[in-house]
């Protein structure tokens, strides 16, 4: 089945390190891709998305992720996490062919610890 | 200033009942949405207006019937609530129908059915 996966439930990481958060997708064409957040209590935020172009695309505050085809990969990484990056983290899917629909994957829990 | 705001935050109550949830946007966007979150934090899709008129209609029950008195405004009415309800009700806004356009999300509305 079509799909979108995010492999990790939750992950951990202490303040200042680096991150990576895993997302592939099961469709046999390049679907759009996004990443979103959700901070608790909140409502969801757009961090970046890849439609087309450069595979490595820069989001706001601080986050990029890389799209490689070879792997259905849309991997989201922070080069040195913040305390406020604590968050549920969000993978998104509008597979090709679809109109305007809009997949999401399962989420990944971030706790940073100090 | 709100972007997408949505009442009630919270709202509990017994089986049975029907209840609506109100979105209001004033972005100016011209396309809303409706996503459940259920206790897995597993958010999907339900409905999506566009200019007032529905352009996605995922597989729900139909209890549930959104109602688009004027592009601002994207209301979900569920009728004759069941144990399953439970979830957090999110409501998205974009500028357009294409996932070109980010969607920029309510607070959510947590539902509760005893």
């Known amino acids: 089945a079509q799909s979108v996966t995010q492999p990790d439930i939750h992950i951990t990481v202490s303040e200042g390190a680096s991150l990576e958060l895993r997302c592939n997708y099961s469709?046999?064409?390049?679907?759009?891709l996004f990443w979103y957040v959700q901070s608790p209590g909140q409502g969801l935020q757009l961090l970046l998305k890849y439609f087309s172009g450069d595979t490595l695309v820069q989001g706001i505050k601080g986050f990029e992720a890389e799209f490689k085809r070879s792997q259905s990969s849309f991997n989201l990484r922070k080069p040195s996490v913040h305390w406020s990056d604590a968050a549920e983290y969000f993978c998104a899917v509008g597979p090709p062919n679809t109109g305007n629909q809009f997949y999401f994957g399962t989420g990944t829990s971030l706790t940073v610890i100090p | 200033d709100t972007a997408v705001s949505q009442t009630p935050k919270y709202l509990v109550t017994q089986m049975g009942n029907d209840k609506s949830i109100k979105c209001e946007q004033n972005?100016?966007?011209?396309?809303m949405y409706w996503y459940k979150q259920d206790s897995k934090k597993f958010l999907k899709i339900m409905f999506s207006?566009?200019?007032?008129?529905?352009?996605i209609n995922e597989t729900v029950p139909n209890r549930f019937s959104p109602k688009s008195p004027d592009k601002a405004h994207l209301n979900l009415h569920i009728n004759s609530l069941e144990l399953g309800d439970s979830a957090v009700y999110f409501c998205?806004?974009?500028?357009?129908?294409?996932?070109?356009?980010?969607?920029?999300f309510g607070p959510g509305t947590r539902l509760t059915v005893l």
């Open positions: 207006y566009n200019n007032k008129e529905l352009i």
């Open positions: 972005l100016g966007h011209d396309t």
């Open positions: 469709y046999g064409a390049t679907p759009y």
């Open positions: 998205a806004s974009s500028q357009g129908p294409s996932r070109f356009n980010e969607q920029f």
